[in-house]
């Protein structure tokens, strides 16, 4: 039995989960290959709760950062109804958002939009703990920035980071919103950045930066299908740098990087 683990999660009967061994991909951090995307589901499921429970156990919340984009929201869908998961702690999680494109929140575009409507309104998450990014707002870089400190400052020191982050990443090797070669990849001293140019596919984004993402404790890119293969097998090489290929810029500091991708995603190598 490889990378199998059992999981209690809080009330909630003990559950296994056993995925056949299959090679991966020398990517940087931890890789775990899965068959299809339903198993890349379940294998990243099992790690979240596991994340969760121990988050509550040790602090009393967990937070949770989700990305937008296409890939994700199967695995979302997953999470609200699979029973596996009924033991999710969502009225001790706060959620926040890694990245948001620059529209109001009813826009077809909305990382939110979609994210809000699977998770939230099926959820009993307290409303002060769902923390969408305000995109359209000037200081909406700010205001977030200002809404993280506030909520992660309850924790001691050192504690004070993300607990789970949840990336995608697009075919030219972005994650996030930070897109290759685009200002925000340059942010210092910065949590929340606002990123546009040449590079970034439209709407204007607001993103968390690498530093904010680096400082988490658990970093997990859901990579999925063909069409990220080509990419994956450019990251393995290691022969670009993150203005390239943004997510070679995902290095926790002390945290750990684990990538869930399939088995179509690892396939040109
Ligand atoms: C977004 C994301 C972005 C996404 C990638 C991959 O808001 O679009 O956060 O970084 O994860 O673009 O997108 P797909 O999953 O649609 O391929």
Same mark, same amino acid.
């Given at each position: 039995?490889?990378?199998?683990?059992?999981?209690?999660?809080?009330?909630?009967?003990?559950?296994?989960?056993?995925?056949?061994?299959?090679?991966?991909?020398?990517?940087?951090?931890?890789?775990?290959?899965?068959?299809?995307?339903?198993?890349?589901?379940?294998?990243?499921?099992?790690?979240? !709760?596991?994340?969760?429970?121990?988050?509550?156990?040790?602090? $009393?919340?967990?937070?949770?950062?989700?990305?937008?984009? #296409?890939?994700?929201?199967?695995?979302?869908?997953? !999470?609200?109804?699979? @029973?596996?998961?009924?033991?999710?702690?969502?009225?001790?999680?706060?959620?926040?958002?890694?990245?948001?494109?620059?529209?109001?929140?009813?826009?077809?575009?909305?990382?939110?939009?979609?994210?809000?409507?699977?998770?939230?309104?099926?959820?009993?998450?307290?409303?002060?703990?769902?923390?969408?990014?305000?995109?359209?707002?000037?200081?909406?870089?700010?205001?977030?920035?200002?809404?993280?400190?506030?909520? *992660?400052?309850?924790?001691?020191? +050192?504690?004070?980071?993300?607990?789970?982050?949840?990336?995608?990443?697009? =075919?030219? +090797?972005?994650?996030? #919103?930070?897109?290759?070669?685009?200002?925000?990849? =340059?942010?210092?001293?910065?949590?929340?950045?606002?990123?546009?140019? #040449?590079?970034?596919? @439209? @709407?204007?984004?607001?993103?968390?930066?690498?530093?904010?993402?680096?400082?988490?404790?658990?970093?997990?890119?859901?990579? !999925? $299908?063909?069409?990220?293969?080509?990419? *994956?097998?450019?990251?393995?090489?290691?022969?670009?740098?993150?203005?390239?290929? @943004?997510?070679?810029?995902?290095?926790?500091?002390?945290?750990? *990087?684990?990538?869930?991708?399939?088995?179509?995603?690892?396939? #040109?190598?």
């Amino acid at each position: 039995m490889t990378d199998a683990f059992a999981a209690q999660p809080e009330g909630n009967e003990p559950y296994a989960f056993e995925e056949a061994a299959l090679p991966a991909l020398r990517l940087p951090g931890r890789v775990h290959v899965s068959a299809n995307k339903y198993d890349a589901y379940d294998a990243l499921m099992a790690d979240l !709760l596991i994340h969760a429970a121990q988050c509550v156990r040790q602090f $009393g919340d967990f937070h949770l950062a989700l990305s937008g984009g #296409s890939t994700p929201m199967p695995f979302y869908e997953q !999470l609200m109804t699979d @029973p596996r998961a009924r033991g999710f702690p969502w009225a001790r999680t706060h959620l926040w958002m890694v990245d948001e494109r620059c529209v109001p929140f009813d826009h077809e575009k909305s990382n939110w939009r979609q994210i809000g409507e699977i998770l939230v309104e099926a959820s009993d998450i307290p409303k002060n703990q769902v923390h969408p990014m305000q995109a359209y707002l000037p200081d909406a870089d700010t205001r977030y920035e200002q809404e993280l400190r506030e909520a *992660l400052g309850w924790r001691e020191r +050192g504690h004070d980071r993300l607990d789970f982050v949840l990336l995608g990443m697009g =075919d030219e +090797g972005h994650t996030a #919103s930070l897109f290759p070669h685009s200002v925000a990849q =340059d942010a210092k001293d910065r949590l929340v950045v606002f990123n546009r140019g #040449s590079t970034v596919v @439209p @709407p204007d984004r607001l993103t968390m930066t690498y530093e904010l993402l680096n400082a988490s404790r658990f970093i997990a890119p859901l990579v !999925l $299908g063909a069409n990220k293969a080509a990419m *994956l097998a450019r990251i393995a090489k290691k022969a670009d740098d993150f203005h390239e290929i @943004p997510i070679l810029g995902i290095s926790p500091l002390a945290g750990e *990087l684990k990538w869930f991708i399939d088995q179509d995603a690892s396939a #040109s190598t």
